[in-house]
Nanobody
Framework: QVQLQESGPGLVKPSQTLSLTCTVS??????????WSWIRQVRGEERELVAR???????DYGESMVGRVTISRDDMKRTVYLQMKGVNAEDTAVYFC???????????WGKGTLVTVSE
């Protein structure tokens, strides 16, 4: 059974860089035909795309993320990374890892990790 585990600092100070990691364990994912994403949800709001990276390495970013977010992946380690520069209070949210395996037609979500931006 595929499981996604997000990890991060929990608390980040304003203007600092946030780094998140999501690692897949168990099961099988067709890495050559899968899209890996970071999705976040601010309390009381809908989930929004932070970034996604396709199997060819091409990346898309949410509108408000361009220029300060970088997503990368290591298929051998079955891990996807996210870096967000210059965080502020509006970046406080639960960050989810999400994978779409287009070959198998399956979708997987992590349980999410809460990131709080505060002094």
């Amino acid at each position: 059974q595929v499981q996604l585990q997000e990890s991060g600092p929990g608390l980040v100070k304003p203007s600092q860089t946030l780094s998140l990691t999501c690692t897949v364990s168990g099961g099988s994912i067709t890495t050559s035909y899968s899209t890996w994403s970071w999705i976040r949800q601010v309390r009381g709001e809908e989930r929004e795309l932070v970034a996604r990276i396709f199997s060819n390495g091409h990346a898309d970013y949410g509108e408000s993320m361009v220029g300060r977010v970088t997503i990368s992946r290591d298929d051998m380690k079955r891990t996807v990374y996210l870096q967000m520069k210059g965080v502020n209070a509006e970046d406080t949210a639960v960050y989810f890892c999400y994978i779409e395996d287009e070959f198998r037609g399956e979708k997987f979500w992590g349980k999410g990790t809460l990131v709080t931006v505060s002094e």
